[in-house]
């Protein structure tokens, strides 16, 4: 069964950068779209970021448009979301998914069946 494990969440001060890691298993991911969602305290879950793993054509959420960069390494069969110049506001939970669905749907965290545990990423003022 597909399996994602998160790793590379922490506390950081605003300005400052993390990179999270999404190691994936379980399955050919060919065709698949691998997605980062974020909840903060009382918020629904938003779209971050997406990439499809075979061509590695990458979609972001406006609010984090040229502070966020997504990519794959397809032999270690990772996803990371590399994440600089972070604000208070983008303190969440984040949360690896993904699933073969069209392109339409990728921002909506109900088109996904593979999530992960997730990963807290603090950023302080």
């Known amino acids: 069964q597909v399996q994602l494990v998160e790793s590379g969440g922490g506390l950081v001060q605003a300005g400052g950068s993390l990179r999270l890691s999404c190691a994936a298993s379980?399955?050919?991911?060919?065709?698949?779209?691998m997605g980062w969602f974020r909840q903060a305290p009382g918020k629904e879950r938003e779209f971050v970021a997406a990439?499809?793993?075979?061509?590695?054509?990458?979609f972001y959420a406006d609010s984090v448009k040229g502070r966020f960069s997504i990519s794959r390494d397809k032999a270690k069969n990772t996803v990371y979301l590399q994440m600089n110049s972070l604000k208070p506001e983008d303190t969440a939970v984040y949360y690896c998914?993904?699933?073969?669905?069209?392109?339409?749907?990728?921002?909506?965290?109900?088109?996904?069946?593979?999530w992960g545990q997730g990963t807290q990423v603090t950023v302080s003022s």
């Open positions: 990439i499809t793993w075979s061509s590695g054509t990458t």
């Open positions: 998914a993904t699933d073969k669905i069209p392109r339409t749907i990728i921002t909506r965290p109900s088109s996904y069946d593979y």
């Open positions: 379980g399955r050919a991911f060919a065709g698949y779209y």
